[in-house]
Structure formats: structure tokens, C-alpha cells
């Protein structure tokens, strides 16, 4: 469908722009078109390539081109609850006109929007009876948006206006203008319903990624997609069908058999696959230069016939790990950011390699070539590649890493670009492994990935550590998660109950305690005191007390309170020794002298207060109440502070 021109549109004719203007309020005649401003305003954002955006914008509409390019505003009222204000339309023949200046100047062509993709872009108003588009003035330098809708006349039914109109026609207007206004939003449906779009692609790569690395251990089998459905097999006697679904579900990886962890892996590991584990550690400032490269191997020939016991813990012990240090950077420790370990390579792992950044490239390449770090000593058995034979094997790899990309791009700042590999198949990144098993937006760290599969990591943000990690992390992922597929959605729908109310609990407690901290803090009467000095950049934030104690207070009993300010503190502090003020103020009603005898009969924090000389701290001298104060102290009090005429507190030798 090609998009239409504005002579396609139904009308005759349009607004002549070199007809006198009309006064503010005349109807508009009936074949006129137009446009909301608003829509025009982001049309090239909206509907054009980013480069042609950027250009057309440059010379059009950024730094306020647009406006002062002068525009004739109409105005129509939409009779949408939603909407309050008028809607600002411009005559489509001056849109017209813009386009065929971009045409002229910058040599694009460009159309107007599909009427199917942006219905309430170009409006027409031919239909009787019903309200159409009334002069409001010109915009330009002079004259503001603002302005002129102040210019606006109330709204109110007119003989242009008629009221009476069938149903039919009423739901009609009411559409185009939900259109038209929909078509000024910055975010349309059709962009909201892409995200979500994407949204669900990516968290589908996720769960793909998962399911391919359960492959590539034995944990999961291929689908056979050339297999077909026994269901529409008419042939097969119903006797036979129960065992040919089972089959056929087999074989598109549905209705797995429970994996049972102390045996060996249920099914064959797809390619033969290699996993090649990288983790690239670099100095903290500019210009980071790397001290650290981790590389962990995982050969699955050597998993055949071993089971992976829980999370992997056998499988894992097959896992060979190298660490190698810049001789040249030797000397740089992170310690702001992270605390780095560069010499703390666990011995389980191995040793730790020095190696010259000139080398680091060749070292690099070396594991990723038959015997794989696979060290003399253990190649032997026929299980194992031997160094000789592997020479002429071209195994395929799997790139493993945790957040991979930035250390593939630390490999190629040393000058070894992984991607430059045929044998390489694809990246598996545990970040994204976890979300898929846990059904996470956000990533989550390798410490925390650990700690959810109860495995312990010793010293991380060591590379070689981490690399080991890294692997290790994959094998609890993969194996933890095809144990939960069996009953994957009764688990998922438990925890979206789970979290849904959860998020409703802490609304309502948040929502309770703001309420309550509200009441708490504005309370009747006072005048709000003395005006408060300005605090200089760098001080403390908290607001300091009004009436605080100087070095001539004849006593702590003289000390005020500040009005308003009472601190409760924690179960575990209020066993502790507290400072305390005492407020001197004058009781104004009964019912505070009632609460006061009631505050002397109750039991007493053993309180402390200290006085700061010369360091300009107003905010100590703080009474802590013990948690049997009563609620009606509270309600008065806010929470313990003096207010209105405030509440005289007992005197606080020791005990009282």
C-alpha cells in the first residue's frame, strides 16, 4: 500500500493561504484538512529513518525552526472525557508545503504517513452536523503556543456545533478525534506493543541459550522437527497412539524424563563441544590497562560416563583452569571499585603464569587450540585427546563468560579477537543463563549466582578464579534448571502469586508508615518557630534543633527539646544508654497535665545527654523513650516531641 498524497484525500479543495486570514473562532469550511501540531512536530522522529531524522531535523524543526517557520492554528474541541484541553490542528496544505521544501532543499522525498499506520494524522471534517476545526490565530517568533490557547473562547454548543446528530455519526467523530490525539503521543500503541515485542524476543534468547547449552551436556536432546505428529496419523491404532505421542513429544524435547543427577547424562553431548571459559581483569583508572586473564576449559569427551552429581559437583572437577599475569602491570591492585587478589589464584585451580603483554596474544590463542590447557600429565586414556592426535582434530568451541561481551573486547584490546574463529559456534553467557532459570529481568553478579547454587568462591575477581567460577556456574545453571522443567509452570505460577503479594504487602505497609510519619510530623497548632539558617554545602542534612544546649545552662533539666524532633530508636539500641533533652514547656490543657502524670508513672529508658562545646552541633540532647510508652503520648506528641504548648518530661537523674 502506497502511502497517500494529499490530493488522494477526500475534499476538493483546501484552505487558501492567500485568502485574509478569518477572525478567531470562524469555522473552518468543510473540504478543508488538516493536521494536529503536535503529530507534525514529531513527524520526522517518529516516521523517518534515524539518519533522514537527524537531517531533516537540522534544518527544520530543532532549535525552534519549526515554530518559526509561522503556522496557521485552528482549534476543535474533542468531546473526550480524557481530554480537557482543545486540540491545535494546522491546515494540511501548509504540511504539504514543508514536505516539499525538504523535497527541494535537502533532496529526500518523503510522503505522509499511511493512514492505516497513523490514522489521525491527516484529518478531514466534510460530515454535517457536526463540530469542525474554528480559527485560532498564527503561530511564529511573536507568539508563543501558550498564548494563543489562551485566546481560546469557552466552550459551549453552538449552531456550528449542532448537538443533535445521530449515534452513528457521534461514535465517528469521537474515533477520529481518540485518533488524532493519540497521534500527538510521544509513545503510540504500535511503539508500546514493539517494546513488549522485543521485550519477549529477548527473554526468548534467554531461555533458547538454556536449552542449547542443556544440549551441548547431554541434558536435553534435539528436536526432531522432521518428525511427524502420530495425532494426524489416522493409521495408527489407538492402542499404539499413547506410546507414538510419547515418542513425538520426546523428540520435540517435550515431557523430558526426570533427570536423575548420579547417573551419567541422558542423552548424547550435541557437537562434542568444547566450553573455553574467559575472564579479563583490568586496573580500576584510566587507562585500564589488563592485569589479569582467567581461562577455564570444559571438555565434554571427558564427561561421558561420569554422572553430574548435585549441581554438577562431579562434572565440575573435569574443569582445567589457567591464570595469567602482565608482567608489565604487575604492579597495579584495584581497591576503590573491588578489592583485587591478583595473587591469590586458588591452588586448587593451579599456578599462576607471568607472562609479557607482547606474549599475551599467542598464550591466548594456544588455549583455544588442541590440547586445550589440557596439561602433559593428563593426556592419557582414551578418553582424553592426545596432544599428537589433537593436532589434526578441528573441535567445535563454546565461548562461556559471565557479562561476556566486555572481556571479548578486552581480548581484542590485547590484540586476540575471538570472533575471528570458525570454530567458535556461539557465546553462552551465564548472566543470561540465570535470568532464563529464574525468570529475572536484571542480572544478577557470579558471587550471588554462587551463593543460589551453594557453591563456595573463594577470593573473586581473581580472572583465573573467576573463569573456574564461571564454568562451574554454568553446570549448577543448566543441570538445577532442567531438574525444575518438570514442572516448570506450576513453579512459575506459584512464585508469581508469591511475588504479586508480596509487591501488595509492602505497598500497603509503605503507604501505612507514610500516613502514619504524616501524622506524626504535622501536627496542629504552632508557627512553625524561628526561621532557619541556611546549611553550607558539605553539613550534615539534618535540619539542627531550635532550642539547643549552650555552655551556660545551669542545668540539663533547663535544656529544651526541640519541638517536633523525638528519634525512637531500634529494639536492639534501646537497651542502650540514650541522650536526652528536657523540654520546658508550658502545659495549655487538661488533658495535657492528665498525660503528664500518666508519662511519670511509666517506666524510663536510663537516659543520658551531652553537650557539644564549640562544635556548632544543635541536634544532640534527644530523649529515647522505651517501646511501653503509651499510644495516647504518641498521638500527642508525635512520636515523642514536645508540641503545641508542649509536654513537661520528668526529670532524668538515673532513673525516674
Not at 177 to 195: F, G, I, L, P, R
Request: aromatic residues 6%.
Amino acid at each position: 500500500m502506497s502511502p497517500p498524497s494529499l490530493k488522494d484525500l477526500p475534499g476538493e479543495s483546501s484552505l487558501n493561504l492567500e485568502s485574509s486570514l478569518p477572525y478567531i473562532g470562524q469555522v473552518a469550511p468543510r473540504d478543508a484538512k488538516f493536521c494536529p501540531l503536535a503529530a507534525v512536530s514529531k513527524w520526522p522522529y517518529r516516521f523517518l529513518h534515524q539518519s533522514d531524522a537527524e537531517t531533516i531535523s537540522k534544518r527544520f524543526f530543532a532549535a525552534g525552526r519549526f515554530r518559526d517557520r509561522g503556522w496557521t492554528l485552528y482549534y476543535i474541541h474533542t468531546s473526550l472525557p480524557s481530554e480537557s484541553k482543545p486540540l491545535i490542528l494546522v491546515p494540511a496544505d501548509e504540511v504539504q508545503v514543508l514536505f516539499n521544501e525538504i523535497r527541494e532543499q535537502l533532496g529526500l522525498i518523503v510522503h505522509w504517513p499511511r493512514q492505516d499506520i497513523a490514522p489521525g494524522f491527516l484529518l478531514t471534517f466534510s460530515e454535517a452536523d457536526l463540530p469542525r476545526p474554528q480559527y485560532l490565530g498564527r503561530l511564529d517568533l511573536h507568539h508563543s503556543l501558550d498564548e494563543m490557547e489562551a485566546k481560546i473562547p469557552p466552550h459551549k454548543n453552538s449552531q456550528d456545533e449542532a448537538p443533535r446528530v445521530d449515534d452513528r455519526s457521534l461514535a465517528a467523530f469521537k474515533k477520529k478525534m481518540e485518533d488524532a490525539v493519540q497521534a500527538t503521543k510521544q509513545k503510540s500503541k504500535n511503539q508500546k506493543d514493539k517494546k513488549k515485542k522485543n521485550r519477549i524476543g529477548m527473554k526468548q534468547g534467554w531461555c533458547e541459550q538454556m536449552k542449547r547449552a542443556q544440549c551441548y551436556l547431554g541434558l536435553r536432546p534435539r528436536a526432531d522437527p522432521d518428525m511427524p505428529n502420530p495425532v494426524q496419523d489416522l493409521n495408527i491404532p489407538m492402542r499404539e497412539l499413547e506410546r507414538e505421542i510419547k515418542r513425538y513429544n520426546l523428540a520435540q524435547c517435550c515431557d523430558l524424563p526426570h533427570l536423575k543427577v548420579a547417573e551419567a547424562a541422558p542423552f548424547p553431548f550435541q557437537s562434542n563441544v568444547v566450553f573455553i571459559c574467559v575472564d579479563v581483569e583490568a586496573y580500576e583508572k584510566p587507562p585500564r590497562p589488563i592485569t589479569e586473564i582467567g581461562i577455564s576449559t570444559l571438555d565434554t569427551s571427558d564427561l561421558v560416563n561420569i554422572a553430574p552429581g548435585e549441581r554438577g559437583i562431579d562434572w565440575m572437577k573435569k574443569i582445567r583452569s589457567r591464570h595469567f599475569r602482565i608482567r608489565e602491570h604487575g604492579h597495579l591492585h584495584n581497591s576503590e571499585h573491588v578489592q583485587g587478589c591478583a595473587d591469590r589464584f586458588e591452588p586448587d585451580f593451579g599456578v599462576s603464569e607471568w607472562i609479557s603483554i607482547q606474549e599475551a596474544p599467542q598464550v591466548i590463542a594456544s588455549c583455544f587450540r588442541p590440547p586445550y590447557s589440557r596439561r602433559s600429565k593428563d593426556i592419557s586414556g582414551k578418553s582424553q585427546t592426545d596432544d599428537s592426535e589433537s593436532k589434526d582434530l578441528q573441535r567445535q568451541l563454546v565461548l562461556v563468560g559471565h557479562d561476556i561481551q566486555n572481556d571479548v573486547e578486552y581480548l581484542r584490546k590485547l590484540g586476540y579477537d575471538v570472533a575471528n574463529l570458525s570454530n567458535v559456534i556461539e557465546a553462552v553467557d551465564t548472566a543470561d543463563l540465570y535470568r532464563a532459570w529464574k525468570h529475572e529481568q536484571n542480572p544478577t553478579n557470579l558471587g550471588a549466582i554462587l551463593l543460589e547454587l551453594e557453591l563456595v568462591g573463594w577470593n573473586l575477581h581473581n580472572a583465573g578464579n573467576d573463569a573456574a567460577y564461571t564454568l562451574q556456574a554454568l553446570l549448577g545453571i543448566a543441570i538445577s534448571a532442567r531438574l525444575a522443567s518438570s514442572n516448570t509452570n506450576s513453579l512459575l505460577q506459584i512464585q508469581s502469586i508469591h511475588r504479586a503479594k508480596l509487591i501488595e504487602r509492602e505497598a500497603h505497609d509503605r503507604a501505612q508508615e507514610e500516613a502514619a510519619e504524616w501524622v506524626m510530623a504535622d501536627q496542629e497548632g504552632g508557627d512553625g518557630g524561628p526561621p532557619q539558617p541556611l546549611v553550607p554545602i558539605g553539613w550534615p542534612s539534618e535540619k539542627p534543633a531550635r532550642d539547643a544546649i549552650t555552655k551556660d545552662s545551669p542545668s540539663l533539666k533547663e535544656t529544651k527539646m526541640e519541638k517536633g524532633v523525638s528519634v525512637m530508636q531500634s529494639a536492639k539500641e534501646r537497651a542502650d544508654a540514650a541522650r536526652k533533652e528536657e523540654a520546658k514547656r508550658e502545659a495549655k490543657t487538661k488533658e495535657e497535665e492528665a498525660a503528664k502524670k500518666e508519662i511519670v508513672s511509666e517506666p524510663w529508658v536510663e537516659e543520658k545527654a551531652e553537650t557539644a562545646e564549640g562544635d556548632g552541633d544543635q541536634s544532640k540532647g534527644v530523649v529515647v523513650f522505651e517501646q511501653g510508652i503509651t499510644d495516647r503520648l504518641a498521638l500527642l506528641n508525635g512520636g515523642g516531641a514536645a508540641v503545641g504548648g508542649g509536654v513537661k518530661l520528668p526529670p532524668t537523674n538515673g532513673r525516674a
